[in-house]
């Protein structure tokens, strides 16, 4: 399902999710699982909680009455449905860490918690597959985090009230989908209570790993000779601070306009993205050890001192790219451990 521009936003933004972002750009296959006929969502919501207007960056979309056959497109939108207890009757295809069908595994694995069956997957395909989407039968469309433009968002409007990202594509912050979603489907308390929650077990996290506290953080991803530097408007570095790290201050320093949450470096100045730890990210062992074993990657400080966090695995890092209602948690301690074993060498 992922988008080039939403490859570019992994690799270049969470993906990984976004390189997924990169790695994930649709194919234009059509594998689906299951067949959500029921009215799948709508448990728990609250009829006084609309109608509700939900504004966007193509205007507001109103929500007349409580959803019960929902389809999600893009990043994260399905996963908060789901952790809000609203199976979609339609989700998206998800190539970068989700198995044959397209099924990301912490989805997979709440579903089955839920004893409910898998939703209709969509075609991976760049743009919505407004067709497939009509044949799902919506009373919402769930985009919050997607790259649909004004004219894909008027073809879904057409089908159903849809709701879109904030301001720019790729860019929503992931507190703000799960906010959102949880808004749409009137199940904003319990949304809150969500994002509470993992407030909580963040700072958790920080408290057992004090060396990650002030320590700054650059993070990067060398893929097919573009090498992608992380702003601190993505998600994935906002996910790091949540820990108590700091942005690097050669990250503003070197930034440009590029996008509102990465940009891309020549090899010649990766010696100027200076900070305490850099998170590298790679699909697999062999791309990182390439990068980490180059000439342009030892000149960097980071490499000579031995405080890379190397990030290895579509699933991995999708789960952190950005993170997502479900698998916020699913590769938390994997990922902290991997920040706070590369922010223990600092100084050392």
Not at 236 to 254: C, Q, T
Request: proline share 6%; glycine share 8%.
């Amino acid at each position: 399902m992922i988008s080039k521009r939403l490859t570019r936003a992994l690799l270049a933004a969470p993906l990984a999710f976004t390189l997924a972002l990169t790695a994930c750009g649709g194919s234009g296959s059509d594998d689906r699982t299951g067949d959500s006929d029921g009215d799948a969502a709508g448990t728990g919501s609250s009829s006084a909680s609309f109608p509700v207007t939900i504004n966007h960056a193509f205007g507001g979309t109103t929500i007349q009455t409580a959803p019960t056959r929902v389809v999600t497109w893009g990043w994260g939108s399905a996963d908060a449905a789901i952790a809000l207890g609203v199976v979609p009757v339609a989700i998206p295809f998800q190539s970068y860490g989700g198995d044959k069908n397209g099924v990301l595994p912490w989805i997979a694995q709440k579903l089955t918690a839920l004893g409910a069956a898998t939703p209709t997957v969509l075609p991976e395909t760049q743009e919505p597959p407004v067709e497939e989407i009509a044949a799902a039968n919506p009373d919402l469309i769930l985009a919050p985090y997607s790259g649909i433009d004004k004219e894909q968002y008027d073809l879904l409007s057409a089908i159903a009230p849809t709701v879109a990202y904030p301001k720019e594509a790729w860019a929503t912050p992931w507190r703000d989908v799960v906010t959102t979603v949880g808004t749409a489907l009137g199940k904003k308390a319990e949304a809150d209570a969500l994002l509470a929650d993992f407030d909580k077990l963040l700072a958790q996290k920080a408290g057992e790993h004090p060396e990650l506290a002030g320590k700054t953080v650059a993070m990067v991803w060398d893929s097919a000779g573009t090498f992608y530097v992380y702003k601190e408007a993505d998600a994935r570095v906002e996910f790091a601070l949540d820990l108590g790290m700091k942005g690097a201050a050669s990250v503003n320093e070197l930034g440009t306009a590029e996008s509102p949450f990465y940009f891309t470096l020549s090899y010649e100045k990766l010696d100027k993205l200076t900070s305490d730890v850099l998170v590298s990210f790679a699909t697999t062992q062999a791309e990182q050890d390439t990068f980490l074993a180059s000439k342009s990657a030892k000149t960097m400080p980071q490499v000579q001192n031995g405080t890379v966090a190397s990030l290895v695995g579509a699933e991995f890092i999708a789960s952190v790219s950005p993170p997502t209602a479900l698998s916020v948690t699913w590769g938390l301690d994997k990922y902290v451990a991997a920040l706070a074993a590369a922010a223990a060498k600092v100084g050392a």
